[in-house]
């Protein structure tokens, strides 16, 4: 962006965030993904070791960071309607990633007690051992981010983050208040 608009012009500060946020995003997530293609550091509970013998195939298919934030979100279960709120994606492209996730044995659709036209996804005991790793490698690439920065800028980072992500931020009601407050 800063190339773009030319040597003249003041760059507004700020303009850059997005792009910076995305940066660090992919960093995280390009880093954890070698991390979880590396043999698991760390004993898993019992309880989690036992759900690859569910595993009908040969090999148990390799988790991806994007899949453990997606099994995080889906929690106890949702729907995957919900699901794509959760991620601001569109009822097709959550159906998809959901079908993902069912076809390696990760969640699995079951009827909604609530809604009887719907249903309910909700993770199996793979998808468990999936999120465990994945949050164990996640919470290894948070240290090493840690030990670059230090604990207290990373922890002050991750507090902005979850305050201006809140339910109802940024969500068309103005930019960068609740309901443009001013």
């Known amino acids: 962006m800063r190339g773009s608009i030319g040597s003249d012009a003041a760059v507004p500060r700020g303009s850059d965030l997005p792009l910076l946020l995305l940066r660090g995003f992919r960093a995280l997530v390009d880093d954890a993904q070698v991390g979880l293609a590396e043999p698991a550091e760390l004993a898993e509970p019992a309880e989690l070791a036992e759900a690859a013998n569910t595993v009908v195939a040969a090999t148990e298919p390799d988790p991806r960071p994007l899949h453990g934030m997606v099994l995080d979100a ?75 920065l230090g604990a207290e800028l990373v922890d002050g980072m991750e507090e902005a983050l979850r305050t201006m992500t809140a339910e109802g931020w940024g969500r068309g009601r103005g930019h960068g208040s609740r309901e443009s407050a001013g």
């Open 74 to 148: 889906i929690g106890e279960g949702t729907t995957a309607a919900e699901l794509g709120r959760r991620f601001g994606m569109s009822k097709q492209a959550a159906a998809k990633t959901v079908a993902t996730l069912e076809h390696a044995g990760y969640v699995e659709r079951v009827p909604d007690p609530a809604d009887a036209r719907a249903k309910l996804v909700r993770i199996t005991p793979l998808g468990r051992r999936a999120l465990w790793r994945t949050a164990q490698t996640m919470a290894r690439h948070r240290r090493m981010w840690v030990e670059r």
